[in-house]
Nanobody, 119 residues
Framework: QVQLVESGGGVVQDGGSLRLSCAAS????????MGWFRQAPGKERELVASISWSGGSTTYADSVKGRFTISRDNAKNTVYLQMNSLKPEDTAVYYC????????????WGQGTQVTVSS
Protein backbone atom coordinates (compact mmCIF):
# COMPACT_ATOMS: atom_id res chain seq x y z
CA GLN A 1 0.00 0.00 0.00
CA VAL A 2 1.20 3.50 -0.86
CA GLN A 3 0.05 6.73 0.69
CA LEU A 4 0.48 9.93 -1.29
CA VAL A 5 -0.14 13.34 0.28
CA GLU A 6 -0.06 16.51 -1.82
CA SER A 7 0.58 19.98 -0.49
CA GLY A 8 1.43 23.44 -1.76
CA GLY A 9 -1.75 24.41 -3.55
CA GLY A 10 -3.38 27.78 -3.12
CA VAL A 11 -4.50 30.94 -4.84
CA VAL A 12 -2.05 32.84 -7.02
CA GLN A 13 -2.33 35.64 -9.54
CA ASP A 14 -1.93 35.25 -13.27
CA GLY A 15 1.80 34.93 -14.00
CA GLY A 16 2.65 33.74 -10.50
CA SER A 17 4.34 30.57 -9.28
CA LEU A 18 3.60 27.69 -6.96
CA ARG A 19 5.46 24.53 -6.00
CA LEU A 20 3.46 21.43 -5.26
CA SER A 21 4.87 18.59 -3.19
CA CYS A 22 3.78 14.98 -2.94
CA ALA A 23 5.07 12.95 0.00
CA ALA A 24 4.98 9.18 -0.41
CA SER A 25 5.06 6.44 2.19
CA UNK A 26 4.38 2.76 2.45
CA UNK A 27 6.73 1.17 -0.06
CA UNK A 28 9.92 1.73 -2.01
CA UNK A 29 9.20 5.13 -3.49
CA UNK A 30 12.48 5.26 -5.36
CA UNK A 31 11.37 2.43 -7.66
CA UNK A 32 8.10 4.08 -8.70
CA UNK A 33 7.25 6.24 -11.67
CA MET A 34 5.45 9.33 -10.48
CA GLY A 35 3.01 11.64 -12.18
CA TRP A 36 1.10 14.84 -11.62
CA PHE A 37 -2.45 15.05 -12.96
CA ARG A 38 -5.03 17.79 -12.84
CA GLN A 39 -8.76 18.01 -13.18
CA ALA A 40 -10.66 21.21 -13.79
CA PRO A 41 -14.44 21.47 -13.24
CA GLY A 42 -16.34 19.80 -16.04
CA LYS A 43 -13.18 18.40 -17.63
CA GLU A 44 -11.46 15.04 -17.64
CA ARG A 45 -8.41 14.37 -15.55
CA GLU A 46 -5.24 14.93 -17.57
CA LEU A 47 -1.63 13.99 -17.10
CA VAL A 48 0.44 17.11 -16.60
CA ALA A 49 3.89 15.64 -16.05
CA SER A 50 5.60 12.37 -15.20
CA ILE A 51 9.04 11.33 -14.03
CA SER A 52 10.96 8.07 -14.03
CA TRP A 53 12.24 6.45 -10.87
CA SER A 54 15.71 7.90 -11.40
CA GLY A 55 14.50 11.31 -12.46
CA GLY A 56 16.33 10.93 -15.72
CA SER A 57 13.22 10.84 -17.88
CA THR A 58 10.38 13.33 -17.77
CA THR A 59 7.30 14.03 -19.87
CA TYR A 60 5.03 17.06 -20.01
CA ALA A 61 1.69 17.95 -21.47
CA ASP A 62 2.04 20.44 -24.31
CA SER A 63 0.02 22.99 -22.36
CA VAL A 64 2.64 23.20 -19.58
CA LYS A 65 5.93 22.67 -21.43
CA GLY A 66 8.42 25.36 -20.60
CA ARG A 67 6.41 26.50 -17.56
CA PHE A 68 6.21 23.46 -15.26
CA THR A 69 9.04 21.29 -13.99
CA ILE A 70 8.67 17.92 -12.30
CA SER A 71 11.42 16.63 -10.04
CA ARG A 72 11.90 14.15 -7.24
CA ASP A 73 14.02 13.61 -4.17
CA ASN A 74 14.14 9.90 -3.45
CA ALA A 75 15.91 10.47 -0.14
CA LYS A 76 12.86 12.44 1.01
CA ASN A 77 10.29 10.24 -0.75
CA THR A 78 8.90 13.37 -2.37
CA VAL A 79 8.04 14.49 -5.88
CA TYR A 80 7.61 18.15 -6.79
CA LEU A 81 5.87 20.18 -9.45
CA GLN A 82 7.28 23.66 -9.90
CA MET A 83 4.70 25.76 -11.73
CA ASN A 84 5.76 29.10 -13.19
CA SER A 85 3.97 31.62 -15.39
CA LEU A 86 0.65 30.30 -14.17
CA LYS A 87 -2.46 31.05 -16.19
CA PRO A 88 -6.16 31.01 -15.22
CA GLU A 89 -6.57 27.88 -17.33
CA ASP A 90 -4.18 26.07 -14.98
CA THR A 91 -6.86 26.27 -12.29
CA ALA A 92 -7.67 22.72 -11.22
CA VAL A 93 -7.30 20.13 -8.51
CA TYR A 94 -3.83 18.64 -8.84
CA TYR A 95 -3.19 15.00 -7.96
CA CYS A 96 -0.03 12.98 -7.71
CA UNK A 97 -0.01 9.31 -8.65
CA UNK A 98 2.43 6.43 -8.77
CA UNK A 99 2.91 3.23 -10.71
CA UNK A 100 5.52 0.51 -10.81
CA UNK A 101 6.34 0.75 -14.51
CA UNK A 102 6.73 3.42 -17.18
CA UNK A 103 3.47 2.27 -18.76
CA UNK A 104 0.11 0.97 -17.64
CA UNK A 105 -2.31 1.88 -14.94
CA UNK A 106 -1.55 4.40 -12.24
CA UNK A 107 -1.99 2.41 -9.07
CA UNK A 108 -2.02 4.92 -6.25
CA TRP A 109 -3.43 8.43 -5.96
CA GLY A 110 -3.27 11.30 -3.53
CA GLN A 111 -6.28 13.24 -2.34
CA GLY A 112 -5.51 16.30 -4.46
CA THR A 113 -4.67 19.92 -3.81
CA GLN A 114 -6.51 22.92 -5.25
CA VAL A 115 -4.68 25.42 -7.42
CA THR A 116 -6.54 28.59 -8.35
CA VAL A 117 -5.05 31.19 -10.68
CA SER A 118 -6.86 34.50 -10.64
CA SER A 119 -6.81 36.90 -13.57
Amino acid sequence: QVQLVESGGGVVQDGGSLRLSCAASGRTFSRDYMGWFRQAPGKERELVASISWSGGSTTYADSVKGRFTISRDNAKNTVYLQMNSLKPEDTAVYYCASRSFSFGQWNYWGQGTQVTVSS
